[in-house]
C-alpha cells in the first residue's frame, strides 16, 4: 500500500515564475491538505481540498491555488514567486468520509527553491 | 493568534533513558492533538494522537499525556533509541463539521540521542 507521494522532489525557480506541484494521496484517502513548512520552522497549513473543492484556507495569498481530480490527487499552484516562497511543501492526506478519523499522514515533500 | 509552542527548542537524553518533550497550547477549543517526528529531509511521520475526551493514551514506546486545565501536552519516549533523534512536533486541530482538521503546529522540538 503506497503511502503520500509527490513529485517533483525538488524544483528550483526564478522570481515571477510559476509552479506547480503534485501529490497523490494514500490509498482510501480523500482528502489533501497542502502545508509550506519553512527552514526551521513548523508546517503551515496553505488549504484544503474535499470532493474537488476547497474547503478551508490559512492565511496565503491567491498567489497560491490548488486543484483535486476524481482520482483525489491533488496540485498546488503558485504564481509571481517570491524568495520567500522558498520552502518544503508538503501534501498531507486523510480519510473524512461517513466515519473518517482524519488523522493527516504526510508525504516527503517538494523542497522549492526560489532565486 | 492562538498557537501552538514548545517550552525547549532542544533535548538530548542518553540511549536508554526516557525523553519528555513538552508542548503548550493556546486555543482552548481545540480537541484533537497529534505528535509527529520529522528526520532530516524527510516530511512529518504520524507517532500518536489524543482527543480531548482523554487525559493519557499509549503506543509502542510512547505515551502521549493531556492536562486541558493547563493546556499541555505531553510526549514520553520510553528505552529512547538512536532512531528517535529527530524533530518532534506537536500539532492542534478544532473539530471542524464536513471535513478534515486544520492543523496548526508549534516550531518543534529538536531531540538528539547521545551513544
Known amino acids: 500500500d503506497a503511502g503520500v507521494t509527490q513529485s517533483p522532489t525538488h524544483l528550483i525557480k526564478t522570481r515571477g515564475q510559476q509552479v506547480t506541484l503534485r501529490c497523490s494521496p494514500k490509498?482510501?484517502?480523500?482528502?489533501v491538505s497542502w502545508y509550506q513548512q519553512a527552514l526551521g520552522q513548523g508546517p503551515q497549513f496553505i488549504f484544503q481540498?474535499?470532493?474537488?473543492?476547497?474547503?478551508q484556507r490559512g492565511n496565503f495569498p491567491d498567489r497560491f491555488s490548488g486543484h483535486q481530480y476524481p482520482n483525489y490527487s491533488s496540485e498546488l499552484n503558485v504564481n509571481a514567486l517570491l524568495l520567500g516562497d522558498s520552502a518544503l511543501y508538503l501534501c498531507?492526506?486523510?480519510?473524512?468520509?461517513?466515519?473518517?478519523?482524519?488523522?493527516?499522514?504526510f508525504g516527503p515533500g517538494t523542497r522549492l527553491t526560489v532565486l | 493568534g492562538e498557537s501552538v509552542g514548545l517550552h525547549l527548542p532542544t533535548l538530548s537524553v542518553q540511549e536508554g533513558d526516557n525523553s519528555i518533550i513538552n508542548c503548550a497550547y493556546s486555543?482552548?477549543?481545540?480537541?484533537?492533538f497529534i505528535w509527529y517526528k520529522q528526520e532530516s529531509g524527510k516530511g512529518p511521520q504520524f507517532i500518536i494522537d489524543?482527543?480531548?475526551?482523554?487525559d493519557k493514551r499509549q503506543g509502542q514506546r510512547v505515551t502521549v499525556l493531556l492536562n486541558k486545565t493547563v493546556k499541555h501536552l505531553s510526549l514520553q519516549i520510553a528505552a529512547t533509541q538512536p532512531g528517535d533523534s529527530a524533530v518532534y512536533f506537536c500539532?492542534?486541530?478544532?473539530?471542524?463539521?464536513?471535513?478534515?482538521?486544520?492543523?496548526?503546529f508549534g516550531s518543534g522540538t529538536q531531540l538528539t540521542v547521545l551513544p
Open positions: 490509498s482510501g484517502h480523500d482528502t
Open positions: 481540498y474535499y470532493e474537488e473543492e476547497e474547503r
Open positions: 500539532a492542534e486541530a478544532k473539530a471542524n463539521s464536513g471535513s478534515a482538521r486544520q492543523l496548526t
Open positions: 498531507a492526506s486523510s480519510f473524512v468520509g461517513r466515519a473518517g478519523t482524519d488523522t493527516q499522514y
Open positions: 489524543i482527543r480531548s475526551n482523554m
Open positions: 486555543n482552548s477549543a481545540s480537541d484533537y
